[in-house]
């Protein structure tokens, strides 16, 4: 789990890892680019969503618990007869308002409801609008790759343009992402960053060296979001 501690990256670490793409791309015509998001999604709508279901649920099985208990004889089964279906509906009414605002002022809890696997589809789905968004797609040899990291979700992934991946695969990538996040869970995001473009960058030195007209098409940066 990455460090609750570790949601900032401060403007030295961000230096850093920009001065770390500089000097990765120095030695290789691929264009690398790094994006460092807070959270890819609010997750509201899919926490109050999971919280009706789960109010359903409950008041279901309530209700199937009292008519059980009437038909065997058990309590006061006039004194339950005699609840209006209405204050039975308010009760889900006001269960469902009491969760909403619980959620609103303890954000933690969202993430508690919220299953991983969203999360991840979420955060997945940030980093490919991330690659789109700064034109990471359209290098002039297809050698683009994004480094992203969405720390709610404890989220690191590899994007490659095509060209790289014809050449070395995704295998390679998904070892280095393991490895970001494991520096990620010590607290160390522009660390996690930093070894993540030298070991790549190393690695397309290799197979993508850079040529004499090679010019930077993307700027060497780190957007914070």
């Known amino acids: 789990m990455i460090d609750k501690k570790a949601t900032q990256i401060s403007e030295l670490e961000k230096n850093t890892v920009e001065a770390a793409i500089s000097k990765a791309e120095k030695n290789t015509s691929a264009e690398i680019f790094a994006v460092l998001a807070q959270r890819s999604d609010d997750y509201r709508f899919i926490a109050y969503g999971i ?38 509906l308010w009760a889900q009414l006001l269960a469902f308002l009491c969760g909403i605002a619980l959620l609103k002022y303890v954000p933690s809890l969202v993430k508690m409801l919220v299953p991983e696997r969203i999360a991840h589809e979420r955060a997945h789905a940030n980093a490919v609008k991330q690659f789109l968004a700064h034109g990471i797609h359209h290098t002039d040899k297809r050698t683009g790759v994004l480094i992203f990291i969405s720390l709610q979700e404890q989220y690191g992934e590899i994007i490659v343009d095509r060209l790289i991946e014809e050449k ?20 160390n995001i522009g660390k996690a960053f930093e070894i993540t473009i030298g070991e790549i960058g190393n690695k397309l030195a290799n197979d993508f060296p850079r040529s004499q007209n090679d010019r930077n098409e993307l700027a060497d940066k780190l957007i914070v979001m």
Request: aromatic share 16%.
């Open 51 to 88: 919280l009706a279901l789960w109010i359903f649920i409950v008041s279901g099985l309530l209700a199937v618990y009292l008519e059980w208990q009437s038909v065997i004889g058990w309590g006061d089964v006039d004194a339950l007869a005699k609840v209006p279906v209405s204050y039975f």
């Open 168 to 187: 070395i695969g995704r295998d390679y990538f998904l070892e280095n992402v393991e490895i970001m996040l494991a520096q990620c869970e010590l607290g």
